[in-house]
């Protein structure tokens, strides 16, 4: 078993000469194997290459330390306030936040989408995601009102009463993607959040909006709180995705999602009035200290979601390892469809940047926070967010949800933390441009083909995550 691997790589050796001096990790072929006999042997505890156990931190493990290292303090200034009410923030939620400054940097990365996506808000904490197709459907209008005002009205097209979520999706106020912009045929870059939301769990009637059969409910948003506009000129945008929803006056959430697609539509934006609209970074900075708490127990459980046996690095190397095999694998087929070199290399290159952020000892850019940074974890003492990561200020903030996830499950499409961080983790374009979206959550929908084309297969995060654990376990394609 492994020890006729170490004995031929003996890896563990001394890197010297320079003031980085680090131990020589174990190859990702020796780490994969030996991993993957402790699986199948229901063996986890022990890491597979004991030189390397215990003798390096790595890159994320590191973030936890360097944020407690550093502490961003920033007044509280008036203006803050004023400026935030100004913009039409809502006194109950979130308010009208916009965009967080985020993905300016790949705004020249030009990529073809196809414009009928589906999108969904972040991968579920607790559970799998499944789609009702027989008695549920929305029928959407979207609408320009305004400069970039837009507005979107849904109607209950099934046979069923539906009480749908409105945290962190089209109808609430959070700054999440409410549509897809293009300019020129080329995707604008989200200046906004991707949230993780929960989808089991009682989150009570307020944190959801109830829509009869044959009913319509109304809800209204900016766009240039999600994007920057400021360039002006003619854009289209559509509306797509999936809203988590319960049935009657139920607000205990069980996995089901509805999903709903839009017209496109075109708008002439004046840049000069788009530019006036502040962002949402330039708003919270203003009314925050920022603190760690990756300490402790918690600090233990982390780094070993990030660097233990079945961990974040071991996921992702294992994912990259399948889709670099030279025979197409039958998994890489189920998940990501296309047979292409090109479309391949994206998926490798974002898998391999994964594992090597979870491998490497230095301090980088991303900063990981075990609190609720910016105060999206709850509302009305309601957590409807397990995480959410800002790819402009390089940020991933946990919420307490996350830390009842096992750091590792052995179980095929489960969600445990070492999957979170690998989600996470390709929503930062500073891992991989341009970064990966949330099209589709958990194993059926995003293995479906009939829901999800190759193209958003490859760019929706959460099938990164279903991958890179699937390709660890073994996991069989019938389940």
Request: proline share 3%; aromatic share 8%.
């Amino acid at each position: 078993m492994c020890t006729e691997t170490l004995n031929l790589y003996k890896c563990g050796h001394i890197l010297g000469g320079s003031s980085r001096r680090r131990i020589q990790p174990c190859s990702r072929a020796q780490r994969n194997a030996c991993a993957r006999v402790h699986v199948q042997e229901k063996r986890h505890t022990t890491f597979a290459c004991p030189e390397c156990r215990g003798t390096k931190v790595d890159g994320l493990a590191a973030r936890l330390q360097q944020s407690a290292a550093e502490r961003v303090k920033v007044s509280k200034a008036a203006s803050g306030r004023s400026n935030s009410s100004s913009s039409g923030g809502s006194e109950a939620g979130y308010g009208y936040y916009t965009s967080i400054n985020a993905c300016h940097h790949i705004a020249n990365m030009r990529f073809l989408m196809h414009l009928f996506a589906v999108i969904l808000v972040a991968v579920a904490a607790c559970g799998q995601l499944t789609q009702s197709k027989s008695t549920t459907s929305l029928g959407v209008k979207l609408n320009p009102i305004g400069n970039t005002a837009m507005q979107v009205v849904l109607t209950n097209t099934g046979g069923v009463d539906l009480n749908l979520l409105h945290k962190g999706t089209i109808l609430g106020d959070a700054p999440n993607q409410k549509v897809i912009m293009y300019s020129n045929n080329d995707p604008v870059p989200f200046r906004g959040i991707s949230f993780r939301l929960v989808q089991r769990g009682d989150l009570g009637a307020d944190s959801f909006t109830q829509v009869p059969a044959g009913q319509s409910v109304t809800t209204e948003f900016d766009a240039a709180e999600q994007y920057d506009l400021s360039t002006g000129g003619t854009f289209t945008a559509i509306a797509a995705g999936y809203i988590p929803y319960t049935q009657g006056n139920s607000t205990i959430l069980d996995g089901k999602a509805i999903p709903y697609r839009s017209n496109v539509i075109e708008v002439n934006v004046d840049g000069s009035e788009a530019a006036k609209i502040r962002t949402a970074s330039s708003r919270l900075v203003m009314a925050l200290e920022i603190r760690d708490s990756c300490e402790g127990d918690l600090l233990e459980k982390l780094t070993t979601a990030i660097t233990g046996d079945g961990g974040c690095r071991d996921q992702a190397d294992a994912g990259y390892e399948d889709a670099k095999s030279e025979k197409t694998t039958d998994l890489y087929k189920k998940v990501f469809q296309k047979d292409d070199e090109t479309y391949k290399k994206v998926i490798r290159g974002r898998l391999n940047e994964i594992a090597d952020e979870c491998d490497v000892v230095e301090p980088g850019p991303i900063k990981f926070y075990c609190e609720d940074v910016w105060g999206f974890c709850y509302d009305l003492d309601v957590e409807w967010s397990a995480a959410y990561t800002d790819d402009g200020l390089n940020q991933i903030c946990l919420c307490e949800r996350a830390y009842t996830l096992p750091a590792f499950t052995d179980k095929c499409h489960d969600v445990d933390l070492a999957g979170l961080l690998v989600h996470e983790l390709s929503h930062l374009s500073s891992i991989y441009k341009p970064p990966a979206r949330d099209y589709a959550i958990g194993w059926e929908i995003s293995t479906d083909h009939d829901l999800m084309d190759a193209t958003h297969a490859r760019d929706n995060a959460d099938s990164y995550r279903l991958y890179a654990q699937a390709a660890f376990l073994g996991c069989p394609l019938d389940d």
